[in-house]
């Protein structure tokens, strides 16, 4: 049973992605794509990657997803498509997408690389969230949490001076704009 969940979630998976790769309406290819990423979680919480398979919801849905529609619905007025290619430029995408795809599959069959089939369950997961939050929060040699506060404290840093800046310039522009206005009336 286990395995006719993993092929139908990868066929699921393969339907999205046909559809993200032809499909000419921008809006419905990132939210084919959006699916592709979910379907990716599903995996990773079958595989017991609790915290890549959150990363991946974080991330890529939560963040890059959006900041693609943003960019789609800012930049367009109405519905974005796109030309239908022409058969040479099919050909030419498939070819280039299989040199990369078939040189990867050599080096990992020369390299003795063995993959899990389906229903096999992994001896241990070295992304759970208990091993990431062991390994994340050892304060000894082999751990990250000081690296872990520096970078927050760095984001903070960076999230305040963003917003100075900001600030900043409004209050600039606000005060160009009066004086622009103040001008204008005095002539």
Known sequence: MRDVLFYLLCAVMLGFAVIAVTSRNL?????????????????????????????????????????????????????????????????FALIVAAIPLSLIAGLALRAGCTFPVAGEALQSPIASLESIGLRLLNPGADGFLVPFELISVLLLAAMVGAIAIATREKEAETADGILTEKQEDAS
Do not use: C, H, N
Not at 34 to 41: K, R
Not at 49 to 67: N, P, R
């Open 27 to 91: 809006f419905r290819a990132v939210l084919a794509f959006a699916g592709v990423i979910l379907g990716t979680v599903i995996l990773f919480f079958a595989l017991g990657a609790e915290m890549t398979a959150l990363a991946q919801i974080l991330v890529y849905i939560g963040g890059v997803m959006i900041f693609v529609l943003y960019a789609v619905f800012l930049t367009s007025g109405e519905e974005v498509g796109m030309p239908k290619p022409s058969v040479a430029k099919i050909i």
